[in-house]
């Protein structure tokens, strides 16, 4: 699939306060840089944007949106801060056929806790252990060229219990050195679109410019996209009967 069109959207606020201090060094042109530098690498046919929270309609407008086929999602402190209007016209156009990759923090987000309608809490810990992320969904394309497991050094620890709906795909499950496992790879399909959460990615490791987690991201955004479809949302309609 060529020719795809990526936004990637950051809050930029760990960016913008260098915290913690080794975000200059780990990212010095932001999560959504190093994300977007994956995905050039894997997909130099794509058309990359970023976007912040700190731009203009948080940079998500509807022009933008309806140029989308794809939009990744990565927040963490200010997920208060996204205006309803913005959410509300971003699952619009998920729910009409744009995918949805929700990255770490972002299951706390206003457009992840809305599709998928409940709290979306989980449990965590920091303490800069080794996250596994074993594969569950080998036939997946998400999984194609993904070692198993895919091994991240250190990371933010995140358990169970994960509160979201029964996953319509459990792709990844993550163990960690203290014992805790998680969901940490699932999709889930809304309306015409498909969504695809991926846990790992804390501002404090350099987990987005590990070469398999960006096969992932690329994985995800190809299973996502349907730039074919139509951008129009399921709706309500009074069909003639024409089956006798």
């Not at 744009?98 to 809490?121: A, D, E, P, W």
């Not at 499950?173 to 969901?183: A, H, K, P, Q």
Request: glycine share 10%; proline share 8%.
């Amino acid at each position: 699939m060529t020719g795809l069109r990526v936004t990637i959207w950051n809050e930029g606020v760990h960016e913008a306060q260098q915290d913690p201090p080794v975000m200059a060094e780990i990212y010095p042109d932001g999560i959504h840089g190093a994300i977007a530098e994956g995905v050039r690498e894997a997909m130099p046919d794509a058309s990359v944007r970023t976007a912040l929270l700190a731009d203009p309609e948080h940079g998500l407008t509807e022009e933008v949106l309806a140029d989308t086929d794809v939009l990744l999602w990565w927040g963490h402190r200010a997920h208060g801060d996204v205006d309803d209007t913005v959410v509300d016209r971003v699952q619009q156009h998920v729910l009409g056929g744009m995918g949805l990759l929700v990255l770490h923090s972002g299951h706390f987000s206003k457009i992840f806790q809305r599709m998928l309608g409940t709290t979306c809490s989980l449990g965590w810990r920091d303490e800069a252990e080794q996250e596994l992320v074993w594969t569950v969904a080998p036939h997946h394309p998400i999984t194609e060229g993904v070692p198993n497991p895919l091994v991240i050094p250190e990371q933010e620890t995140y358990s169970e219990f994960f509160d979201i709906p029964a996953p319509d795909e459990l792709v990844f499950i993550s163990s960690f050195d203290g014992g805790e496992v998680f969901r940490s790879g699932v999709t889930f399909f809304r309306g015409n679109g498909r969504i695809f959460y991926f846990s790992p990615g804390d501002q404090r490791y350099p987990v987005y410019h590990q070469p398999e987690v960006r096969t992932v991201l690329a994985n995800g955004i190809r299973w996502a996209a349907q730039p074919q479809r139509p951008r129009t949302p399921p709706e309500v309609a009074n069909l003639a009967r024409r089956w006798r």
